[in-house]
């Protein structure tokens, strides 16, 4: 029983069927029809005009959309435990040739407006300095959390105010709205932010993102820059048809409910073991290393998360009972 | 009846089952046993000790390979009707940092020694210049022909004499194979070269290419490299079951053979029309405005390609009817 | 008698006294009075609003100049024999992030509409070309020839209807002013142009040139990749003052008027061994080995250009007698 | 009476002296008989082979060390105050095309082996973590104080045992030597560092600080960086005379010494209010609003450093007189 990354997981059925219906010729890279349709579909979605660019990886997606708001010369400010930060290999400064992250600290690995400021406050602006040009804030977070709408509004106003663009990392962004039953739009696009590169692959896909531009004129730069950087596939219309078929009567939600409830199951019998609140489908565990050995013994598999803790992680396919006895094994340390 | 780009082509039902077998879990990234699996089976193939990465494109395989041999001061010298030079973007330029391509002229889009001569041996060795550090050359070339053995060897061996690295784009290698009737290795590996892109996609794949290192030692380089382009995948056990469906007994072979016999009928009802001998999959002919109209209009789809030419391009799956009609209403003009 | 290069010359005696006088402790970097006089400065010279950076090169003059007008993933045409193509090493691509030069060929190293539009025109407007940008030409050219107010304003609009930018490589603006006998406006400036990096070493100066940017709301960005690149010097009172000597009593007139005339007195006598219209500082002739040799014998330092033809280049300190002993003996072989 | 910054002292005498000899026509470029005597010089002053080019900016010499040590994917162990993390505008990521900087926490801005060790060891070693290959530290450092011969040794072993590099920031390398009265290499060269900027420009030069490579295998490349970030002068002799009039007889040292005496004389007015020990010329003192403003009436010049600190920077040039006004005034508050 496997909880080591929705990474792992299986391509959803319906995926599978989307793409094997997109094997007809049609024309190249993205000039197929399925790609053609795509801003229409999540303009649809988040009832707000968008341009979307389909994209292999999260990490490219990530990058893309902060190299069409940041200059070589600016600075993105994020959480110290942002993946952009920490497990993306410098991919951000390879596609905005050198933009600068800064640091900001907090719990839960959230932003906020005060701690976005304790780092952009202290700035002087000058040339000697990197000014901040872009917040980037990941929906939900790496510690499992999610952004209450109200919270998103905040640090966009916020991030306005000082003329700072916004970048929402949506990996788990499927896992967010279903924690938070809301629209998709209320869980980030309706507050104004610029860019989300909403996270299909974790959640039943096999190799398409979604990197959801809602300032539709950046398109044409983000198209070039998705060329250059060697990510315009010649069959686009594999990873359209993923995309589609991931919206097609909320595939994308189903897929992550499942998910969430898994996690919940697991969290709810953690007790004071919770590290953060389990908003989506991670779980962060206080756990020995002799508890761990134990659960790996019943058959489970997860990562350690530094020393003393742990990470589980369900999928779109996790199953009701194999989180279920997780869960049981967890209570019974 | 569809000429316009074998990247138009569907998947080859081959690889959608060795995709399909994929599904179960497995650890994700390139840490499944499919991808570990990779090294071997082109090691094999070439008979040499050679290190794979999976890739999502020719663009990025091409110039993940230039940047693991050129520093961001070095200069490449490709034929000026070079892909990367003409239809990557400035991708080379991304992935490098900024290294020059340095344009050699001549037929059918081939370097020889004399023309490459001609470019590098007028630059002066001092800091002002750009150095020449590779050449790269395309195998089959962009116009549709094929180096052979000996070409490879001597432009090796003339490259080695100048201190210059080899990479070989090789989108369309396995029809310049099916030309030779060699080994796999003698169209290019056994004679030296440093890096090779092994293209599946036009050729049966869906989005995987094999970048190829001779030189094991450079594999560590050139997947942080490969990472912070945004190109590793979470789920690269459907990119390895790609290339791994194309090796199994010689699919790849079998799939370029057929392209070839239908350009070779192509071309064989061509005559004087023909611009470049066709030795791959591509025929490029001498046409009139007026001529091509009446080819569309007969249902043949096919890009112009440049003034009074154009460009006929088969795939693994053109019908040999289909080949046969076009090449009847081109000997009907 | 040297006339290898005018950047061997010394620092004009007018220089060397404004520097000293910049010798009083005043703001570091660009705080102090005399750099915060330079926009005014130019701006009265050109009769044009203007903002100007002193930096230590005209490499990075030009290249920081094109990368305030270029993307990363854009193109600027220039002539073949630019400098910033044969001589810099790299630099644009360094300091654009990897754009490309784009080649235009014709005679005198000088752009055309005509020769600009044969590099542009067959470039389709996709995604997978390098779209151009930006021209780059060079006032005087890289063979020593001058672009007249005509054909400034010629170039310019037509760069204009295709939405390029222009910079303008001044490295001897001084020498082609002299020429024209017009305003300093006039040799460019006044028809459009973006951006100017106006010489002053080889005319003069010791270690500054002057990035001119007729877009004064670029400066903010301009300075911001100047300190990123080490470009702004600490002390740099010191730079500004050679700029403002140079402006003083338009000493980079009367200094590229000498140049010019020791020139002229050159190339009057060299007849039909002229290559190009001698028109500022340089002279290109036709010389066999033997001829070459026999100057040298007589004390007569300059570069041999190529086969069969040298390079004599004039300063503002050369010496009219010594430019007649050469044109005598240039006039004897 | 001015506290502001060593970067505002004009050059000294015969700095000026040095320049004006240099004024006779030689070389261009680095080709004169002055910059090709640097190599020799700086060898024999620290006992050691070694390769130097002269830079203008010590932001310059800093980062374009750090680009020969550093790949694009590589990250740069410093400390939080460091002045290429705070200062330096993202030129690191420009020079290098992307390397990160990995943040070290500890008192008066200096790296140990534990504070270092506290950055590196939880770095898993995958592509997905940018991986350290250097470290960065400045003597004297930001705040004032110098690294011992035994700190620097220890901390180069220590990076060795690591697989680091170590780069010396030396902007204020002068002030270490006199503050240790050791030898140059002792501070710093003697102990197996890759590279050092030694830093002129603060200490009487104009604007040539020495970049000194250890590895003279590494001139080759750094020379084309150099060239390639538009730093190579064509004028090159002006700066080569400045580096060799410091070297002459010690002035550097000399003047260092005067700068810390200085120093020196402030600090031990300062008593507990003293922020850092004060062992080169910048003096770091808790002051209160009021406080600064009584200073400043009586007509001292200095920045605040942060909310109730002040900095105090002395130079070579610095009356021992106003030193003791200072003084004075610090201790009558």
Not at 44 to 72: H, K, M, Q
Not at 156 to 175: C, E, I, P, Q, T
Not at 268 to 277: I, K
Request: aromatic share 6%; charged share 20%; proline share 5%.
């Amino acid at each position: 029983m496997q909880f080591l990354s929705d990474n792992a997981a299986p391509v959803h059925p319906s995926v599978w069927e989307a793409m094997r219906r997109a094997d007809a010729t049609d024309a190249p890279y993205d000039n197929d029809a399925l790609s053609q349709s795509l801003d229409a579909a999540f303009s649809d979605l988040f009832g707000r005009e968008c341009a979307v660019v389909w994209i292999s990886t999260g990490t490219a997606a990530n990058c893309l959309a902060l190299a069409t708001l940041v200059p070589p010369y600016g600075g993105v400010v994020c959480h110290d435990d942002a993946h952009i930060e920490q497990d993306e290999a410098g991919a951000p400064e390879f596609f905005t040739h050198g933009a600068k992250l800064m640091l900001a600290h907090g719990p839960h690995a959230k932003l906020t407006p005060q701690n976005v400021a304790a780092v952009i406050d202290p700035i002087r602006d000058d040339v000697h300095r990197v000014q901040p040009t872009a917040i980037a804030i990941t929906q939900a977070t790496e510690q499992g959390c999610v952004y209450a709408p109200g919270e998103i509004a905040g640090l966009v106003d916020y991030a306005r105010s000082k003329g700072l663009k916004v970048h929402m990392d949506g990996a788990r962004f499927g896992n967010a709205v279903a924690h938070l039953n809301c629209t998709p739009a209320d869980a980030g696009p309706a507050h104004g932010i610029d860019t989300l590169s909403f996270g299909m692959i974790k959640n039943g896909g096999m190799g398409a993102e979604a990197l959801v531009l809602f300032n539709p004129a950046s398109a044409a730069e983000a198209k070039r820059r998705h060329k250059r950087a060697g990510q315009l596939q010649s069959k686009g219309r594999y990873l359209a048809a993923q995309l589609l078929a991931m919206l097609k009567d909320d595939l994308w939600l189903a897929n992550a409910r499942n998910a969430n409830d898994a996690a919940a199951r697991i969290a709810a019998a953690a007790g004071s073991r919770l590290l953060h609140p389990c908003e989506a489908n991670e779980v962060f565990l206080r756990l020995s290393v002799a508890e761990s050995e134990r659960l790996r013994q019943q058959g489970f598999g997860f990562y350690d998360w530094g020393v003393g803790a742990a990470r589980f992680v369900t999928a779109w396919n996790t199953d009701a009972d194999d989180a279920e006895r997780l869960a049981q094994a967890i209570a019974a340390l």
